[in-house]
């Protein structure tokens, strides 16, 4: 049984930057590919980015150049640097880890962006 637990959510003012953490445990080797996820009040949960295990990225474009994606495998961990964040980027944050062949996924961790 997989794990996931997301931390770095909070309330930011516009403009400014902050890092998501989430970490995966029990047994777990050899993680696939990992991503972000972002439900915004009244919408569907979208996918922010996600990173292959050779480190290949994609993005949305809502935050492609502002937002980083970026694992480490030792600590099955995977962030998200969140920068130039906006009012639109307020959601709940979900990490989500494919591992062999099911998705799993964290709680999610409220972002807030105040103007």
């Known amino acids: 049984q997989v794990e996931l637990v997301e931390s770095g959510g909070g309330l930011v003012q516009a403009g400014e930057s902050r890092r998501l953490s989430c970490t995966a445990s029990?047994?777990?080797?050899?993680?696939?590919?990992m991503g972000w996820y972002r439900q915004i009040p009244g919408k569907q949960r979208e996918m922010v980015a996600r990173i292959s295990p050779g480190g290949y990225t994609t993005y949305s474009d809502s935050v492609k150049g502002r937002f980083i994606i970026s694992r480490d495998d030792p600590e099955n961990a995977v962030y998200l640097e969140l920068n130039s964040l906006t009012s639109a980027d307020s959601g709940v944050y979900f990490c989500?880890?494919?591992?062999?062949?099911?998705?799993?996924w964290g709680q999610g961790t409220q972002v807030t962006v105040s103007s």
């Open positions: 989500t880890v494919d591992y062999r062949d099911r998705a799993y």
């Open positions: 029990g047994a777990v080797f050899s993680i696939d590919g």
